[in-house]
């Protein structure tokens, strides 16, 4: 066989496009009557069912723990926190660093230890 193939000087590449080339010639009338009978289409659907695309479902993101957050946050604005979650420091700025961390009145009533 290599024989054959050295002495005619066939390569992989001419003997692949040209199996390809006979085989879409022998194909085509049964490709013709696939398209044109609908009863063959429908029994192509029922053996290779279309993949279903399954929706990705959004995670939701983690922020980590509400106090450690808060804490943070306090640290970049200069004050301190204690172990309960109060926060010391500036009168401003321990109001303002609690009313954003959306706490009710009462949880920050509570929790607002100032030094002035």
Do not use: C
Not at 43 to 61: F, M, R
């Amino acid at each position: 066989m290599n024989h054959i193939l050295t002495r005619l000087q066939l390569t992989p590449q001419l003997l692949k496009s040209s199996l390809t080339a006979h085989l879409n010639t022998f194909l085509a009338p049964i490709r013709e009557e696939y398209l044109a009978t609908p009863e063959w289409q429908e029994i192509d659907l029922k053996g290779y069912p279309p993949p279903v695309s399954e929706k990705k479902v959004k995670k939701a993101k983690d922020k980590g723990d509400p106090a450690k957050r808060a804490a943070a946050a306090a640290a970049k604005k200069g004050l301190s926190v204690n172990e309960d979650g109060s926060l010391k420091g500036d009168k401003e700025e321990v109001e303002k660093a609690v009313l954003d961390r959306g706490e009710t009145t009462g949880e920050i009533l509570e929790k607002l230890h100032v030094t002035e």
